[in-house]
C-alpha cells in the first residue's frame, strides 16, 4: 500500500492484466521500496497480521490466509519467516 490505496496483492504475481508480460512482484516491489528503510513492523496479535511500514510510506499487509498452523511466510533472501496465532 502507499498512499492508503493497495498497489499490488500476492494473486497479482504473473498475471498480465492486459499488458505484453506478466506482473513480477519480485522486481515490482523493490521498486516501490526503494532505498527505503524499514521504519515499523506491526502484529495484531489476535489475527496474526503482520504490517512491515517502510519511510517512503509504503507498506507492506501480510494477512492471514489459512486457519491452518502457519498462518503466513514471508521469504527474505535466504531465511523463512511464519507467521503463528494461538488458538
Avoid: C
Avoid at 519480485?26 to 503482520?50: F, M, W, Y
Amino acid at each position: 500500500m502507499r498512499e492508503g490505496k493497495i498497489r499490488f496483492t500476492s494473486n497479482d504475481h504473473g498475471q498480465n492484466y492486459g499488458h505484453v508480460d506478466a506482473l513480477d512482484l519480485t522486481v515490482e516491489i523493490p521498486k516501490l521500496i526503494g532505498s527505503a528503510s524499514l521504519l515499523q513492523i506491526n502484529r495484531h496479535i489476535l489475527t496474526g497480521d503482520l504490517n512491515l511500514i517502510f519511510r517512503n510510506n509504503f507498506k507492506i499487509e501480510i494477512i492471514n490466509d489459512s486457519s491452518g498452523f502457519e498462518n503466513w511466510n514471508l521469504i527474505l533472501e535466504s531465511t523463512r519467516y511464519f507467521g503463528i496465532v494461538p488458538f
